[in-house]
């Protein structure tokens, strides 16, 4: 294995024992890593640039590659760390419901969430005391053809806290803004199973519908291109020659049904 990826593994390893205060197990399986303890809930399994898919396994599970390390060790540390620890809480009865413009969105999403920053079409917030805590993001409605005229079906693109926050009914409270601005006959949404393979959204009402297959990238330095076929890979093989194929574990698609 590579020695600058065991160097990375063993620094984040470090890092997240210091804030988690536990002592973590760090052990190398068939080309990839493992971090284990009795405190953590889930596994965490750290993939090198060259292992391009999942461990398969039934136990909750973390996957997280190499160049998700190097562009989003901090963001990673955080986010574990909140799965695990309790949070600093915010509770949603005590904030405000604001619209957002793209650029606040964008840069909030940037600083707190790991995924690919969207603008979307329709942008929330939420404000305790005049800071910005939670967001969340949705796309424009769309023509469902098997429902009535007036039916619109939109998707949540993103929400996150601030990180070190949890708050506390924040995506309900968000959502019943939405919904009374735009009356949606559903909202849907896709949660990540890389980090989680059961989504927590069913509390809040939504229903589970399918899990969608592996999304499948090919990384550049620490840039991901999605792809679906061979002609779109082979032409980012030419783009980025020194590249390589990922693919992450999927997504669960998520529908809360309003009307």
Same mark, same amino acid.
């Given at each position: ?18 804030? @988690?205060?536990?002592? @973590? ?14 405190? =953590?809930?889930?596994?965490?399994? =750290? ?5 391009? +898919? %999942? ?7 973390? &996957? ?14 955080? /986010? ?18 604001? /619209? ?5 969105? @964008? ?12 603008? $979307? ?8 005391? $005049?800071?910005?805590?939670? +967001? ?8 469902? =053809? ?17 990180? $070190? ?14 919904? &009374? ?23 809040? $009402? ?21 792809? %679906? ?31």
């Amino acid at each position: 294995m590579d020695p600058s990826f065991l160097n990375l593994a063993t620094q984040f390893k470090l890092r997240l024992e210091k804030a @988690l205060e536990v002592s @973590l197990t760090l052990c190398q399986l068939d080309g990839f890593l493992q971090i284990t303890s009795a405190k =953590l809930t889930s596994e965490i399994l =750290l993939y090198p640039h060259n292992k391009p +898919v %999942r461990y398969q396994t039934t136990k909750p599970c973390i &996957h997280i590659d190499e160049d998700q390390l190097i562009s989003k060790f901090d963001l990673i540390i955080r /986010r574990i760390v909140s799965k695990t620890k309790n949070d600093k809480r915010v509770y949603a009865r005590n904030t405000v419901v604001a /619209r957002i413009d793209k650029k606040t969105s @964008l840069q909030f999403l940037v600083e707190h969430h790991l995924q690919t920053a969207l603008p $979307g079409k329709y942008r929330y917030g939420l404000y305790e005391r $005049g800071e910005l805590v939670a +967001v969340a993001i949705f796309s424009g409605g769309r023509r469902m =053809l098997d429902r009535e005229e007036d039916y619109r079906s939109f998707e949540l693109l993103r929400f996150c806290n601030k990180s $070190g926050l949890n708050v506390i009914g924040g995506l309900s409270k968000l959502i019943k803004a939405f919904r &009374h601005d735009f009356s949606p006959g559903d909202i849907m949404t896709f949660t990540d199973r890389d980090w989680s393979q059961h989504s927590s959204l069913e509390k809040i $009402g939504f229903v589970a519908k399918e899990i969608t297959a592996p999304i499948k990238f090919w990384i550049a330095g620490t840039t991901r291109y999605a792809y %679906r076929n061979t002609a779109e890979l082979n032409t980012l093989r030419e783009q980025f020659p020194s590249g390589f194929p990922k693919e992450n574990m999927g997504s669960i698609k998520m529908i809360l049904y309003i009307k």
